[in-house]
């Protein structure tokens, strides 16, 4: 995984600041964009016109050059815009998008999980930089590639990671009779360089400092861990997902979010206990008592 470091320099009075990439990120010729409807494709791009005091901007192989408008000077704000330019490109954000018409050769097999309403599509290259689930239609408005499956019939929810898609069906329908379907119709949508996932513009603050989310204390810092580097790995192979949600230090308890295959599963109580559980009981003496999970 490439770790990108950006460099940022602009003279004083200069409307022109350059933010120096240490790897290919752009178009060998260089791109400009005057507004953020010519910025269409280029996600990077769309960001910054985000921020008011952007008047223009150019992308080239290793170069991010912004023009400002005279509402400020760049010595206030420059480092922080190369912080969370630098962020999100290690983040896995886009920086340009791929064409519709350009072809990717593109390869999806289908694989059963130990849940049996839930088949899980595996695709040959990245889809998604992070798993996100949707429970309908209306909650798929910015993933194009989940929206479009829910027009089957017999689609009920959409979990998308790395490079799977997990789709729950209906019982309205057998997995044989339709899993070829389905396979071929996300093969395609990837193969014509449809977009999967648009994702909400990043917020770039200016002169305030970052906050965390979620404020863990050392308890739930440990948990996390433990969920990250022992659990995530084996229920991501079976095309679900684990989240955190909240830990009771009276009760002893913890409480997680199922996601994908995970959620609905006949052999998830026995997962949580026998495995989840035993394991943070095991690693953790005397925190832990019981975990159970908030969606099932």
């Not at 350009?102 to 289908?110: F, M, Q």
């Not at 989240?243 to 997962?271: H, N, R």
Request: charged letters at 25%.
């Amino acid at each position: 995984m490439k770790i990108f470091k950006l460099t940022a320099k602009s003279k004083k009075g200069d409307h022109w600041a350059h933010f120096e990439v240490d790897h290919v990120i752009g178009p060998k010729e260089i791109a400009h964009f005057k507004n953020i409807d010519e910025a269409k494709g280029a996600p990077l791009i769309q960001q910054l016109f985000y921020l008011p005091f952007v008047k223009s901007v150019s992308l080239s192989e290793t170069t991010i050059t912004v023009e400002r408008f005279d509402i400020l000077e760049w010595g206030e704000v420059i480092e922080e815009v190369k912080e969370q330019l630098q962020s999100y490109l290690n983040e896995g954000g886009l920086v340009l998008e791929v064409q519709r018409n350009e072809k990717i050769p593109v390869s999806v097999y289908a694989e059963s999980t130990p849940n049996p309403s839930v088949m899980k599509f595996v695709a040959n290259k990245p889809l998604v930089t992070h798993s996100v689930e949707f429970k309908n239609i209306d909650e798929a408005k910015n993933a194009p590639l989940a929206k479009e499956l829910f027009h089957l019939p017999f689609v009920k929810e959409v979990f998308l990671d790395a490079n799977y898609v997990s789709i729950t069906k209906f019982e309205i329908s057998e997995w044989e009779d339709v899993v070829m379907e389905v396979r071929e119709f996300i093969r395609a949508f990837i193969e014509d360089g449809n977009v999967i996932l648009s994702e909400a513009p990043i917020s770039i603050e200016i002169n305030k400092e970052n906050q965390t989310l979620v404020d863990l204390n050392s308890t739930e810092q440990q948990i996390v861990s433990i969920l990250d580097e022992y659990i995530k790995p084996a229920v991501a192979s079976d095309g679900g997902n684990i989240m955190f949600d909240s830990y009771d230090e009276a009760e002893k308890e913890v409480k997680v979010i199922l996601q994908g295959a995970c959620s609905g599963c006949p052999s998830s109580t026995f997962t949580l206990k026998n495995g989840i559980e035993t394991m943070l009981k095991e690693m953790m003496p005397g925190k832990i008592e019981n975990v159970v999970a908030v969606n099932g």
